[in-house]
């Protein structure tokens, strides 16, 4: 099993659009195969900091999840 944590800083102005992306993202990459859980989170010390923290089953599957259109086009919307 791989961890894998991440997080992006949006502006207040964006958060809510960020989390809907995010939350969307997340159920997205549930179903792709190795996926062994992932979540986003607020962070406590820092609302408009948004993390991620993820579970896979080997590098493979992560790679594949992070090349996919589908992932592309989440990062891109957040850019």
Sequence with gaps: MILVLGNI?????RFSEALALSQAHVRRARGVP???SH???IDSDD???LVFIERWADQDNIWAHVNSPETR??????A
Excluded at 73 to 78: M, R
């Design 73 to 78: 086009a989440f990062v891109k919307a957040l």
């Design 34 to 36: 190795g996926c062994i």
């Design 39 to 41: 979540a986003v989170h």
């Design 9 to 13: 800083t949006t502006s207040p102005v």
């Design 47 to 49: 609302p408009l900091r």
